[in-house]
């Protein structure tokens, strides 16, 4: 089955530079969500997006923004980036019109490295 | 301050015997839950669920309880496998979007 797709899988970035992830949902799934999980940390809620609005905010930096596309698929940029935002980022989708309690399913994340 | 705890960094069980990995929370509002198993390099992958109306689910080898007075919500796997050995996060839902995780428990199943 389709599974929640990341790219890029790594990124190396200097410090001061902009950076965008992208992530694609499973088919017909309408709930995207971006999570940050640093070294030996739980992954961090950041941003979550329903049907192309932003519908909850996390701990998201203001250097950060995200938007959902028509095709449900999701970008996160980050600009101005610091050590500090070296991290695992995933995206997970769920569908929330199925359930208000669906599962989130996860992607193979994508390994940011600020140099 | 962490409002999912997983107090054991890390869990070593004899393969064919019963894994139970733990976690507590702090707000009696959240109302469901979530188990999640992590490999090297993959993201979480979901494994079972439980809503704070249940006290147990039953997946396969897999089972949850959930003691809501002792906000305590704990995962059983049994028999354990090797494939099992894994980081366990446990993560909770309370009307927002994003799931709250513990810091995981990694599950080492030994032969």
């Known amino acids: 089955a389709a599974g929640v797709i990341q790219s890029p899988r790594h990124l190396i970035k200097e410090k001061r530079e902009t950076a965008t992830l992208k992530c694609y949902p499973i088919?017909?799934?309408?709930?995207v969500y971006w999570y940050q999980q640093g070294p030996g940390q739980d992954p961090q809620f950041l941003i979550s997006?329903?049907?192309?609005?932003?519908?909850d905010k996390g701990s998201i930096p203001d250097r950060f923004s995200a938007q959902q596309f028509s095709d449900y698929h999701s970008e996160l940029n980050m600009s101005s980036l610091e050590l500090g935002d070296s991290a695992l980022y995933f995206c997970?989708?769920?569908?929330?019109?199925?359930?208000?309690?669906?599962?989130?399913?996860f992607g193979n994340g994508t390994r940011l490295t600020v140099t | 301050d962490q409002q999912v705890k997983q107090n054991s960094p890390s869990l070593s069980v004899q393969e064919g015997r019963i894994s139970i990995l733990n976690c507590d929370y702090t707000?009696?509002?959240?109302?469901?839950f979530l188990w999640y198993k992590k490999y090297p390099a993959e993201g979480p992958t979901f494994l079972i669920s439980?809503?704070?109306?249940?006290d147990k689910n039953e997946d396969g080898r897999f089972t949850v309880f959930l003691n809501k007075s002792a906000k305590h919500l704990s995962l059983h796997i049994v028999p354990s496998q090797p494939g099992d050995s894994a980081v366990y996060f446990c993560?909770?839902?309370?009307?927002?979007?994003?799931?709250?995780f513990g810091k995981g428990t990694h599950l080492i199943i030994q032969p």
């Open positions: 997970a989708s769920s569908l929330r019109t199925a359930s208000v309690n669906s599962p989130l399913h």
């Open positions: 088919p017909r799934h309408d709930t």
């Open positions: 997006f329903y049907e192309k609005m932003q519908s």
């Open positions: 707000n009696s509002m959240f109302d469901y």
């Open positions: 439980i809503s704070s109306i249940k």
């Open positions: 993560a909770v839902r309370g009307g927002a979007d994003g799931l709250t």
